[in-house]
Structures are given as structure tokens and as C-alpha cells.
């Protein structure tokens, strides 16, 4: 392909890991890779991370900075016999230029079991340097002695900063971007360009450059690139949406809402009109996360184990696979029983300890690994649950001046009727009963 009429994405690729933003965490100073790209001393490895987040530009530049011979394939295009093929030519080179060969196997998840095999021994003698790509979890997809023999990094989804840097690079670039096209654009659509790309550079620059298409320049030659041509361009209507403004906190509220109202239709409404718009999905799945806690708690153990499932869903899958996940999550939660005593009792006891101070820990609960300690009384008395019926003893844990005190009420909806139960065992002193506030405040 011509260079000239490559897509802008392929144009602006980083040519020096100095470009390369987002990845500092692998490539920043002193990193393994960053320190085996200087030295030479090239070792394989599986990147595995979201589309567009540079596994590919990474890879050619380990070929680069390693001066050693290059084969690309997809595990989507080719198989075995490609492979053997691939491998031939990697033999007659090293037989003449003593270099293994950079192989960069993209979507390598997709071959099975045998054709991983097929790596192996060629890994394992140096023949090959094999760098793989992947979306998918590598401990699911990739068989062990492969990943035995090769370093699994993490890639990162590019944030919002990394993002607008790259924008503007391809804007200003005469030689690679759109430098000569003579572009400004504004500010909102450059956001808008971001935001719908959730990390993805690819698609981000893919979106600037079609956009890019629809200008005409004014009466100075140049041209501004405003939010109604981009969404014109993509063939998308961009919703309102303010991240920083009111419009989020709106929205974020309606859905909390929703959910705390057992209300899916509304709940799952909301979710994607946040989506949508461009709304950060870890921002909505932290909010999740919370919502298992403060409105669901004990009365559904599993919540929130599912919100925090759809959030590194988010993480190691990302758009658009991901999306489905936090719906899953948002119409569980909205679903569940409800139930808000941990968040009354997280209050509660916050109050207390504002109230009282830092009451003194019970003689008997003290650690006593000294004979100093034991001489003056601490431990003395404690009484080992283990030791009777049902691990259980009625014994005071609390500090004295709060013995009374009651802070975790559980419901009587889902989970914590068992808990409930559990806690007013005969001549357990949470039987007690007390009427209390449970309106959020």
C-alpha cells in the first residue's frame, strides 16, 4: 500500500517508543521492555490489551530496535502451513545472518491447542522471537508451555489526555497527518472525537480523518472542524452530555436511582444513554461497585461480586464486548433484593467514633506476646469461641464506654433474613431490638 494513501491511523504510527503514550507502565524508564529494546537483549511476549491500545506498533518497533528480520501474519488469515512456511524462511536467515526472526503472530488467541503447539520448539531453541497480540485473556486462551516460555504485558487503553496529545500531533504533522489540509478544530468535537473512541487511537484518528473530509476551508484557507461536521462525518448524532458538567451528575443520579427502585427498563436506559454519549465505562462501573454496597449489601451477597466482575470485564475486554457486562450488571442490581443497613451502619459508627474518640481495645482482645504484657492483663480472660458448641461464647468485644451500642440492623429481605436470624440467637446480645432510621440521609 502506498504510504500516501494509507488510513491516517497506519501513517501516524509511532516510529520511536518516545511516542508511544499510555504504556509507561512497560516502556516507561527502566522497564523490562524498555530496557531489553535498548540493550538488544529481545525476549518474547504476549501483549494482551484492548483494540487500538499499540500491540502492533509496539511489536514493529522491537523489530526495529532489535535489527532482526520481521514476519507478520494473522491467526485470523493463516494457519499451520503458513506458519511452516514462516518458519523455513526464519531458518535460511538465521543460517546466513545468525539473527532469530521477530514473528508477530496478531490475534493469536485464535489459534488452538495444536497450532500453539507448533510454536514451541522454536521458541525454545531461539529461533523465533514470538510476540503475540491479544484481546482475550492469555491464561484462558494461550496453553501453558506456551506461556511458559514467553512475558504477558498489559496494555492500557489510552486516556483522555494521551488521546487529545495524539489528536492534535496527527492535526499539526505535514508529513505523516493532516498538517497540510491547514485543520483547527474546536474543542467540543475534539472531545467528542475521544469520547466515542473509548481509548482506542485507531479509532479516534480513523474518526478525525473522515471528518476531516467534509470541510471546506473559509475565506483565510482554513478549516474548522466543529462538533456538527464530525457527527455528520461519522453519521452519528452526538448526544448533550457535559463529563465535568451538571448533565453527568444528572445522569449518573438517574440511573443510581433506577436501580435503587428495582426498576431495569429505566436502569438499563440510562445506562446507555451514559455509554452513548461517551461517558468514562469505569467511572459507571466504580458507581456500580459502590451501588452493591450501599443499596444492596447482605441482602444479595453475589451483587457485589457481579459489580466488580463487569468492571474488569470493562478493563480486560473493552468495547464492545464489555457493554453487555455492565448491562448484566445494572439490570442484576436493579433486580435484587435492596437493602441499605450497612450503609446506615457505616454511618453510624462513624458517628460514634467522632462522638466517643479512640476508646481503649478491651484488656481481654489485647495481644499479649511479651510476659510484660501478660503480667499486667492483657489477654486475660478472653474466651476461644472455637472451644464451645457452634464456635460461639458470649463474651463483650466492644470498648466499654460503647457496650450497648448497636450499628449493623439487617433487613428482612433476601440474605439477611439469615443473618438476622444468626443475630438473635437466645442470649445474644444483638436479640435486642430498637427502632432506627433507615432513610438514607
Known amino acids: 500500500m502506498d504510504f500516501k494513501t494509507a488510513p491516517l491511523a497506519t501513517r501516524m504510527r509511532p516510529e520511536r517508543v518516545e511516542e508511544i503514550l499510555g504504556q509507561d507502565h512497560i516502556l516507561g524508564p527502566s522497564r523490562a521492555l524498555r530496557s531489553s529494546l535498548e540493550t538488544g537483549n529481545l525476549f518474547s511476549v504476549i501483549f494482551w490489551g484492548p483494540p487500538g491500545s499499540g500491540k502492533t506498533t509496539i511489536a514493529r518497533l522491537i523489530a526495529q530496535y532489535g535489527n532482526c528480520p520481521f514476519q507478520s501474519f494473522s491467526a485470523v488469515m493463516s494457519g499451520v502451513k503458513e506458519l511452516r512456511e514462516v518458519i523455513d524462511l526464519a531458518k535460511r536467515t ?19 491447542k495444536a497450532q500453539q503447539d507448533a510454536f514451541l520448539p522454536h521458541v525454545e531453541n531461539g529461533l523465533i522471537i514470538l510476540i503475540g497480540a491479544t484481546t482475550q485473556n492469555p491464561s484462558f486462551e494461550i496453553i501453558p508451555p506456551l506461556l511458559s516460555r514467553t512475558r504477558v504485558m498489559t496494555l492500557k487503553p489510552l486516556g483522555f489526555k494521551d488521546m487529545a496529545i495524539i489528536l492534535h500531533r496527527a492535526l499539526k504533522d505535514k508529513k505523516r497527518g493532516l498538517g497540510d489540509l491547514n485543520i483547527e478544530i474546536e474543542e467540543d468535537a475534539l472531545n467528542y472525537i475521544i469520547n466515542i473512541s473509548h481509548g482506542d487511537v485507531r479509532c479516534a484518528l480513523n474518526n478525525l480523518e473522515s471528518a476531516s473530509y467534509f470541510l471546506n476551508p473559509d475565506k483565510n484557507n482554513k478549516k474548522v472542524l466543529n462538533l456538527a461536521t464530525v457527527a455528520r462525518a461519522l453519521n ?4 448533550i452530555y457535559d463529563k465535568n458538567g451538571e448533565e453527568h451528575y444528572n445522569l449518573i443520579s438517574a440511573l443510581h436511582k433506577s436501580m435503587r427502585g428495582s426498576d431495569p427498563q429505566a436502569s438499563i436506559y440510562w445506562l446507555y444513554r451514559m455509554l452513548e454519549a461517551g ?20 441482602a444479595d451477597p453475589n451483587a457485589l461480586e457481579i459489580a466488580l466482575t463487569a468492571y474488569q470485564a470493562w478493563e480486560r475486554v473493552g468495547p464492545p ?48 506476646p511479651t510476659k510484660l504484657m501478660k503480667d499486667i492483663g492483657y489477654s486475660k480472660g478472653y474466651i476461644y469461641p472455637h472451644d464451645y458448641p457452634e464456635s460461639q461464647i458470649k463474651q463483650e468485644y466492644l470498648p466499654e464506654k460503647i457496650r450497648k451500642k448497636i450499628f449493623y440492623h439487617p433487613g428482612d429481605r433476601g440474605f439477611e433474613k439469615d443473618i438476622k436470624r444468626r443475630m438473635a440467637q437466645p442470649g445474644d446480645k444483638h436479640s435486642e431490638t430498637s427502632n432506627h432510621n433507615r432513610k438514607k440521609t
Open 279 to 298: 461517558e468514562d465505562p469505569l467511572f459507571i462501573g466504580r458507581r456500580l461497585i459502590r451501588f452493591a454496597s450501599e443499596d444492596v449489601g447482605l
Open 236 to 239: 452519528k448524532k452526538p448526544l
Open 94 to 112: 538465521y543460517r546466513y545472518e545468525l539473527k532469530p526472526t521477530i514473528l508477530f503472530v496478531d490475534e493469536i488467541h485464535r489459534f488452538n
Open 321 to 368: 464486548e464489555a457493554e453487555l457486562s455492565l448491562a448484566h450488571a445494572v439490570v442484576y442490581l436493579a433486580t435484587v433484593p435492596k437493602s441499605n443497613s450497612l450503609y446506615v451502619a457505616e454511618k453510624s459508627v462513624k458517628k460514634e467514633i467522632e462522638k466517643s474518640g479512640p476508646q481503649p481495645v478491651p484488656l481481654h482482645l489485647r495481644n499479649a
